[in-house]
């Protein structure tokens, strides 16, 4: 069974910085695709930034100029780096897995909250 754990999130000052990682396990192949999303108490969920195949990397409106993502495939690990952290950046963060890099993402991580106070 594909699972996800995802561990370096906490509590920043605005400014800050914080690296997320997603680590897959019970998984073998190299190639895949994942995304990095968030969701904010009462607002929808926002995705913000994709890593699609052969390490192309798409940062959302949400991240940009701020955040960027990255991958060590021969670990199944991936980072979220985020700098300049706002007060609106405050939310739970997931990595998402899409093994098929279809955009549908079959596996979730547990989540790691992200509080941001100004």
């Known amino acids: 069974q594909v699972r996800l754990v995802e561990s370096g999130g906490g509590s920043v000052q605005a400014g800050g910085s914080l690296r997320l990682t997603c680590t897959i396990s019970?998984?073998?192949?190299?190639?895949?695709?994942m995304a990095w999303w968030r969701q904010a108490p009462g607002k929808e969920r926002e995705r913000v930034a994709r890593?699609?195949?052969?390490?192309?990397?798409y940062i959302f409106d949400s991240g940009e100029g701020r955040f960027a993502t990255s991958q060590d495939r021969t670990k199944h690990t991936q980072y979220l780096q985020m700098n300049s952290l706002k007060p609106w950046d405050t939310a739970m963060y997931y990595c998402?897995?899409?093994?098929?890099?279809?955009?549908?993402?079959?596996?979730w991580g547990q989540g790691t909250q992200v509080t941001v106070s100004s």
């Open positions: 998402a897995f899409d093994p098929a890099c279809t955009h549908d993402y079959d596996y």
């Open positions: 019970e998984y073998t192949r190299s190639d895949y695709c």
């Open positions: 890593l699609g195949r052969g390490g192309l990397v």
